[in-house]
């Protein structure tokens, strides 16, 4: 679904939304130019408005009627049936009035719900469209708890203000132009004076007092997110919480952040007391003053016993709308604040954008090239300075290096996640930064190292890679990645649900069905990044050889940390520091006796010690007590740092990035 053609432009940076920047943001929801059915309800809801208002002001009258019918001078002589004839067909005009009144207010309300449904939904797609479309760079920045909160909020805001303004605040301004036009004919100017005054007395009262309850709100808001971040981050780590028995430190921190929402929660009440009170007092003086009025008027003559019921009538007439219009202020104004972070979010504008024209990329043979490719998250820290290689079509290129080196870099470059800073990346000679990047992803499969899965069935998340697809070929593509007779031992099978981001499956596991949603995808170019890096020995063999099936006769970025991995690979690029230190193939890059033969020797003191480990727990029948001293134990501490430094490449890169936007707010 698009957006509503031409909406206010939005400005960037953060700033306080105003009510009239907010009305006018939502107003082409509300009227939206290419929905004529939807104006016509706009329309029928406001005819509706106005015919329930006027019947409103009638209701008072009635009561007037009769009871200047009762009170007539001459009705002690008139028989009972006759006196009580014109009353009972005033109660009866009343009671059709109420019906009247109920009717046209329902009706309007229902006529105007799909108006105000379709705004909340429209607008919230757009939303979700924009965080699609937003930079890696920002989804790295935020909390994802405090995200989903602030777009929670957010919809709430904008369903709050839709309906307060048609439904509430416009019926309100109604009545109380009618009410004043009532007491200035059917009374005096007097009358029409005092409630004019009491009118602006309380909407003054209202808006301070409420303007002085806003950052109340705010800071109820602020605390509201940060209890739901800790929530959200304590509960996705519950497994580290209970590896490190952290749960009273973490109930602590949470309740530190309840504890900031109670006391801002407590100091909204007391404001709200004090904003009814201060309206009630308004409200209570000026109704004094107009019945004091009204009684001279009786004594004087001027004034009947029904016009004193008429008035006490329009003044309870006139309280409704009053609370109600200080009520829609309220709810008004905190739903702009309410609405501030997602609007903020709407003005953030996606750092990688498709040019002007930008044109779909075209395979004709699939060959990746880096030309001289520089790239830094933080312009005093450059990650890649000058790259350059090829990956030639249904070739397969390895890149290896240390942890930090660059290497994750490049998958995100390709991906077009980020612009290099200088530099092109072309795929059969088209520069990737002129093509669009719907296409560009289109024809690129990723197995990343950390798979995550949606919060659905194994079969939903097979067809991710290419939804248009039959049970079929998801059965086929299990096959290839060696997942099918897994799949069909567990309950529920294909329809088995996998847990929020895949928990449920085993790691081996997950990779199997990120394989197989590549297969397929059918792309190609392949992009490996990590693939089997946090994988055991066992499984990792398994997994290399669906990821060799997958790669035959594609061109392949492989990015590895273990290097047996790629011993077959056409060429291997040694990655340090930014540049490229190495290049060749396998055999080749051993006999230089480089980098690379370093690392090789590395691994495998790591492998075999790994392997005595494991033929020691073997051989003593257990797994948790056997003793490594001297320099087998050495080696494994210093084989757990390595590892452990390789795994934390991607973190190193997404730390980059925070610590840049940290830095650039620091000056």
């Keep these: 679904m698009t957006p509503p053609a031409n909406p206010p432009p939005r400005k960037t940076g953060r700033r306080e939304a105003t009510l009239s920047e907010t009305v006018k943001h939502l107003w082409p929801y509300v009227w939206p130019t290419d929905r004529l059915d939807l104006k016509m309800r706009v329309l029928g809801a406001l005819v509706l408005l106005l015919a329930a208002k006027v019947v409103t002001i009638l209701v008072p009258y009635s009561f007037k009627w009769a009871t200047d019918a009762l009170a007539h001078p001459g009705s002690a002589n008139v028989p009972l049936p006759a006196l009580l004839a014109g009353p009972i067909a005033i109660c009866v005009l009343y009671g059709l009035l109420r019906i009247f009144m109920q009717l046209f207010t329902q009706a309007r309300d229902a006529l105007f719900a799909a108006v105000a449904m379709h705004a909340v939904r429209r607008l919230a797609n757009e939303v979700f469209v924009h965080l699609h479309d937003l930079s890696l760079r920002f989804h790295l920045e935020r909390k994802t708890g405090g995200l989903t909160r602030i777009l929670e909020r957010g919809r709430e805001a904008i369903q709050q203000i839709v309906r307060m303004s048609m439904l509430t605040g416009v019926p309100t301004v109604v009545e109380f132009a009618l009410i004043l036009g009532v007491f200035y004919f059917a009374f005096d100017w007097r009358y029409m004076l005092s409630i004019s005054i009491m009118i602006v007395a309380y909407l003054w009262f209202t808006q301070v007092a409420t303007d002085w309850r806003i950052s109340i709100r705010r800071d109820m808001n602020e605390s509201d997110t940060d209890a739901n971040v800790k929530a959200i981050d304590s509960l996705l780590n519950y497994e580290t919480v209970k590896y490190f028995t952290a749960e009273k430190r973490e109930a602590a921190r949470y309740d530190k952040s309840m504890a900031r929402y109670e006391k801002n929660s407590i100091s909204s009440y007391v404001s709200l007391a004090v904003l009814n009170s201060g309206q009630g007092i308004i409200f209570a003086a000026a109704l004094s003053v107009v019945m004091i009025l009204c009684v001279n008027g009786i004594r004087n003559g001027t004034n009947t016993i029904g016009d004193f019921v008429l008035l006490n009538g329009l003044m309870i007439q006139l309280y409704q709308p009053l609370n109600f219009m200080g009520m829609v202020y309220r709810e008004i104004k905190q739903a702009t604040i309410d609405i501030e972070q997602m609007f903020d979010v709407l003005e953030q504008n996606p750092e990688v954008k498709d040019k002007p024209g930008a044109l779909p990329l075209k395979i004709s043979q699939g060959t990746v ?299």
């Design 369 to 667: 090239t880096f030309e001289n490719v520089q790239f830094a998250y933080d312009p005093a820290r450059p990650i890649l300075k000058g790259i350059s290689f090829e990956v030639p079509a249904g070739k397969t290129v390895a890149v290896v290096g240390p942890s930090g080196a660059g290497k994750s870099t490049l998958s995100r470059l390709l991906f077009r996640f980020y612009e290099p800073q200088s530099g092109r990346i072309l795929i059969d000679g088209q520069n990737i930064s002129d093509i669009t990047q719907v296409s560009l992803r289109e024809k690129i499969g990723m197995v990343p190292q950390d798979t995550v899965l949606f919060n659905e069935t194994i079969a939903y998340n097979i067809r991710y890679g290419r939804w248009d697809t039959t049970q079929e070929e998801i059965e086929a593509a299990a096959k290839l990645a060696q997942i099918d007779e897994f799949i069909r031992t567990i309950p529920g099978g294909y329809n088995a649900q996998v847990g929020e981001r895949g928990l449920k499956l085993s790691g081996g596991e997950k990779q199997r069905v990120a394989i197989a949603r590549t297969i397929l995808k059918a792309p190609p170019i392949l992009m490996l990044d990590e693939a089997t890096s946090a994988l055991d020995s066992f499984t990792e063999r398994e997994i290399q050889g669906a990821l060799e099936r997958v790669a035959q006769d594609r061109t392949t970025l492989v990015i590895a940390h273990r290097l047996s991995t790629i011993v077959n690979a056409d060429e291997i690029l040694v990655l340090d520091s930014g540049q490229i230190v190495e290049r060749g193939r396998h055999e080749d890059l051993l006999a230089l006796g480089g980098v690379y033969n370093a690392m090789w020797n590395r691994q495998r003191e790591v492998d075999e010690a790994q392997e005595t480990l494991r033929r020691a727990e073997a051989a003593e029948g257990k797994s948790k007590h056997v003793a490594i001293t001297g320099d087998f134990g050495v080696l494994m501490q210093e084989a757990a740092v390595a590892t452990a430094g390789d795994l934390d490449d991607d973190r190193n890169d997404e730390n980059l990035v925070r610590r840049s936007e940290e830095d650039q707010s620091a000056k």
